[in-house]
């Protein structure tokens, strides 16, 4: 009996434990504006978060695309957004994407299914190959 | 001859929920197996895991805003019955229920998650008296992925992911000792994944189209190992037995091939502390054990939950 106390009071006093101290902070999230370029395109994609970015909850993006004029890019293009979470191998619930005008348009069904590090994809398609795509990363 | 321990003892290997919609197992453990001298245990059991904190890929561990409720829920059957002298044959069969609750998203989903066979050989069989020699098993497991994968998976949270989604193979040993009132289990268990491809859903969804299509990829999970150190105390002529056990386990990154890239994920690793109370009344017991991912602070790449599990026993003698 007394070897079992002796190994339970080791097993509590083994150093830090979140759950014994309570210890950890609370995860916030920020709002983050953010530019990228397509280079074969010649688009820049400039983001801004309408709702979110928000762990677990539906987060809304507002992407403007633009051309090397420095307008809206008014052409026909192949669009998609991907989300993947490199270190975790999986990625989240295919994003809807839906034009409000030329250039611009609105990501809908934005699901971070857990805190960490994710890549958003942004991607341009000729057809059923991918052209290019560029990665904007956050730490949620 | 601490009959009662070895009872105890095939319920903290028979099964539990795992964190983690998208990971699913971190290593099974061991399942149901006969440790004493009886001819065939059956075991039911009830578990509830609730996510508490996430383990960064760089070991720093969060804790999950109180805004948020994941939680795992895990009925499972298993059984193990002996053929012959030394060897045993062992079934796992899990049902799995994951919710999600935020203050804007809601949802759950029920499922078989994967079945699991066991073949045991009793390699150190107690013949004998002896104050220091155990009792040794040797095992082979075979999962198979009946339950779906987050690849798989038509949800927005991934709560259909009932399963890992792998043909997973593992071979471990288990020594048991029990030395009056106390008994002590070790074991060691490595785990191979085999590579499967899907044709997964989360990657594409048609451009202003709310249809989901499909991409192929191919995951290759790898291997994993695990490690339990058990011990518990049963006082005389009370029918009650306590313990406590630590339980290691790791896995190594995932390989994802895409049609045009590759990526490599982080592996995950975890140390928690299970405790646990269990009363026998003849050949049945009845458990109740806690256990916690999140005590040790010692977790890598990986969801961290606590763990409440009930269970009943019964045992046929030989």
Not at chain 2, 74 to 87: I, M
Request: aromatic share 14%; with cysteine.
């Amino acid at each position: 009996m007394k070897l079992l106390g002796i190994l339970l009071f080791l097993l509590v006093g083994c150093g830090e434990s979140p759950f014994l101290n309570d210890e950890g902070e609370l995860r916030s999230v920020q709002a983050v504006e953010s530019e990228l370029y397509l280079k074969d395109s010649e688009v820049s994609i400039n983001t801004f978060w309408q709702e979110g970015p928000y762990v677990f909850d539906e987060s809304k993006i507002l992407i403007i695309l633009q051309g090397s004029n420095g307008t809206t890019y008014r052409e026909e293009i192949s669009f998609k957004v991907k989300l993947w979470m490199p270190g975790m191998g999986h990625g989240s619930f295919p994003v809807t994407l839906e034009k409000i005008a030329d250039g611009v348009f609105l990501a809908s069904e934005v699901f971070f299914t857990m805190p960490g590090y994710w890549d958003i994809h942004f991607q341009v398609f000729d057809g059923e190959a991918l052209k290019e795509e560029v990665k904007w990363g956050l730490e949620l | 001859m601490g009959t009662r321990a070895l009872i105890i003892l095939a319920f903290l290997f028979s099964g539990r929920a795992y964190a983690g919609a998208c990971c699913g197992a971190v290593g099974a453990g061991l399942s149901s197996m006969i440790l004493g001298d009886f001819k065939s245990v059956y075991n039911f059991s009830y578990t509830n895991t609730g996510v508490s904190h996430d383990a960064m890929a760089s070991g720093d561990i969060l804790r999950r805003s109180g805004d948020t409720q994941e939680v795992f829920e895990g009925l499972v059957f298993s059984g193990a019955h002996l053929v012959s002298t030394y060897w045993q044959l062992g079934v796992n069969i899990p049902i799995r229920l994951n919710t999600f609750n935020s203050n804007t998203t809601s949802e759950s989903s029920i499922g078989i998650g994967d079945i699991s066979a066991q073949v045991t050989y009793e390699f150190l069989p107690e013949l004998s008296y002896s104050a220091w020699k155990p009792k040794g098993f040797l095992y082979f497991s075979q999962t198979l992925p009946t339950g779906g994968s987050v690849y798989e998976s038509k949800k927005p949270l991934a709560t259909d992911a009932v399963g890992r989604g792998f043909y997973r193979s593992a071979a471990g040993v288990v020594f048991v000792k029990v030395v009056g009132e106390y008994d002590f289990l070790g074991s060691l268990e490595a785990s191979y994944e085999i590579k499967r491809s899907f044709d997964s859903t989360v990657l594409n969804k048609s451009f202003n189209s709310k249809e989901l299509s499909s991409t192929s990829i191919s995951v290759t999970p790898g291997f994993g190992a695990s490690s339990v150190i058990s011990f518990g105390y049963s006082p005389k002529n009370i029918g009650f037995r306590f313990g406590s056990s630590i339980n290691y386990r790791y896995r190594s990154g995932r390989k994802i091939e895409f049609k045009n890239e590759v990526s490599h994920a982080f592996s995950m690793g975890l140390l928690n502390l299970g405790l646990n109370m269990s009363y026998i009344h003849e050949l049945t017991s009845f458990n109740l054990s806690f256990i916690d991912d999140s005590f040790f602070g010692t977790a890598k790449n990986m969801a961290l939950a606590k763990t409440i599990g009930l269970s009943v026993s019964q045992f046929i003698d030989l």
